[in-house]
């Protein structure tokens, strides 16, 4: 058989944050036939922010094949449970909505066509705020989980779609270690300084290292983060920018201890600040905090002053990191693919990034890579472009969103408001939600359902609704035009008494994760 057509055999990971041994774990664990080095240097390191994250990290944890127990997370890597993300100052200062992460079909009986637009449909009829009906809402305000114990003793429920905060280097190291205990994965510590391009085919063949070593492989994965050292590097694919609709490109990152007292929260603060936001990122022992903020309209030490003046102890000179906000065109090439930041980053509100590259790991791992020959890497290669470009897309759309509020206090804002600032689709959308009820149809379409490819409807409701934009008139035609009206009541009803029964008997966030860390 030609060498094109067989399976390839050895995969090189390029970069070791949390892309990077992420996709060896995910790899080794799924095919073990298949050979992983990952060559990353432990004097570079990775880039350390990136701790407010979706289900999509606590779901890698507990998939089976990956090998990694929920206890030692716990132990490990200091998550906290994340309900959902409190909006701050977004509409002007002492503004606030809570936009909660939740699946509330979870507790329907009837599943039909319309069954989630009728659920949020009937709750902003009644013209109640979804904030006040929502259960991961509640639990926000009451500090406590959904794992609640039984008269028995034991925890009431599955994982689900549980989001976490968490400390993201100690993930990477942690991850490593594991890694390092796999037949099938190799770690090479040492410094990437170049490749080997075959000329005839545009193919990697190898990595060179500092040390003088050159590890050979067929197919190569760019980890490097922002210093972007392969895929960028040998083939030069366009890039996109998305700096029309995303505005900020710094961002001031600093640790600050728990002030004394005060319970671990169980969501993420973003604030918004004169020329950007403020995140507040609570991990076990800490909260992370960060200032995004756009170098277009504010100097660095303006930028610092005004995140000193919300009370944050910054130090006499924080780090500053840049980035342009944008993706290669191409995420794969020839036999290199970029996962995490060596390909694409918008900016961090609502924790699209590594929920992104989660996305990324999953297509490889289960829909592409299985069927990986050097023949099939072109139509491979497509089928990834076409499906990375649209998530991405997606996320930058639901990210420009939030900053549509009307608030116009600083040029940065201001400028922000303008038609042009808004993304085409969402110009489109907000044309259509003034005269409609907002559906799933309007929301990307869901292009493959193994990756959790686009944002829904359920995401991005709670921020319609403090947008004005789940309109009670719209509302009420849906809930009067149901076509299974006694489905819809029974649906709200389960829904409410599931939300009562776990509000009363919930877990605290400091109760849940003593519980969790004293798992196996
Ligand atoms: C300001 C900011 C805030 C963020 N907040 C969030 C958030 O709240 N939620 C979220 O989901 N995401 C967030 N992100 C994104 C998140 O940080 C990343 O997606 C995540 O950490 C993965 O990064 P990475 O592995 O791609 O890159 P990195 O962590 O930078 O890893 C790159 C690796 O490449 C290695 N490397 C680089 N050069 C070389 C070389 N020459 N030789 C050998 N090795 C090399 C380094 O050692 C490093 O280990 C944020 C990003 C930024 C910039």
Request: with cysteine; proline share 6%; net charge neutral.
């Amino acid at each position: 058989m030609s060498p094109e057509l067989l399976p390839i055999k050895n995969i090189v990971i390029v970069g070791g944050g949390s892309a990077g041994w992420m996709t060896a774990i995910a790899l080794s664990g799924r095919f073990p036939e298949k050979h992983i080095t990952v060559i990353d240097s432990t004097v570079i390191g990775p880039i350390g922010v990136g701790e407010s994250v979706t289900g999509v990290v606590l779901a890698f944890v507990l998939d089976p094949l990956h090998g990694l127990t929920l206890g030692e997370f716990f132990r490990r890597c200091e998550p906290t449970f994340k309900l959902g993300i409190w909006y701050k100052n977004w509409h002007g200062p002492g503004t606030e909505y809570l936009s909660s992460i939740e699946a509330p079909a979870e507790y329907f009986p009837h599943r039909y066509p319309l069954h989630i637009e009728e659920f949020f449909a009937q709750a902003a009829a009644d013209g109640r705020k979804l904030g006040d009906v929502l259960l991961y809402s509640q639990l926000m305000r009451a500090g406590k989980t959904d794992f609640y114990r039984n008269p028995d003793g034991s925890v009431s429920r599955e994982m689900g779609g549980a989001s976490c905060q968490f400390d993201a280097k100690a993930f990477a190291a942690w991850l490593a270690e594991v890694a390092a205990k796999r037949a099938n994965v190799t770690h090479v510590d040492d410094i990437v300084e170049g490749y080997v391009q075959d000329a005839e085919s545009g193919r990697i063949t190898a990595i060179r290292t500092r040390s003088g070593r050159e590890v050979g492989g067929e197919f190569f994965i760019d980890c490097t983060g922002f210093h972007r050292l392969l895929l960028g590097k040998a083939y030069q694919p366009k890039w996109k920018s998305y700096a029309d609709h995303i505005r900020v490109d710094s961002a001031i990152p600093m640790q600050t201890p728990y002030p004394e007292g005060k319970p671990i929260p169980n969501y993420t603060v973003s604030a918004a600040m004169p020329h950007g936001w403020q995140w507040q990122i609570p991990t076990q022992s800490r909260l992370g905090k960060g200032y995004i903020f756009s170098s277009r309209y504010v100097s660095d030490e303006q930028a610092v002053a005004e995140f000193r003046a919300t009370g944050v102890d910054v130090g006499d000179s924080p780090t500053i990191l840049r980035f342009s906000p944008g993706r290669f065109e191409q995420q794969w090439v020839g036999n290199v693919c970029a996962i995490g930041l060596s390909g694409v980053f918008s900016e961090p509100l609502e924790a699209t990034t590594i929920h992104g590259q989660s996305v990324q790991i999953k297509l490889l791992t289960d829909l592409l890579l299985l069927h990986a020959t050097q023949a099939a890497m072109p139509v491979l290669a497509a089928t990834y472009n076409r499906l990375i470009a649209a998530a991405h897309d997606d996320y930058v759309d639901f990210i420009n969103f939030h900053y549509h509020t009307g608030r116009t206090d600083t040029a940065f804002w201001r400028d922000y408001q303008q038609p042009e600032a808004m993304t085409p689709l969402n110009r489109e959308r907000l044309a259509k939600w003034q005269h409609t009820f907002p559906t799933r149809e309007d929301f990307a379409p869901n292009l493959t359902q193994v990756a959790l490819l686009n944002t829904n409807l359920n995401i991005w409701a709670p921020m319609l609704c403090a947008f004005g934009l789940l309109r009670s008139d719209a509302a009420q035609r849906v809930v009067n035009g149901s076509r299974y009206p006694a489905q819809l009541k029974t649906n709200l009803a389960r829904y409410l008494n599931a939300r009562n029964q776990i509000l009363a008997n919930g877990l605290t966030q400091a109760e849940t994760i003593a519980y969790f860390r004293a798992q196996p």
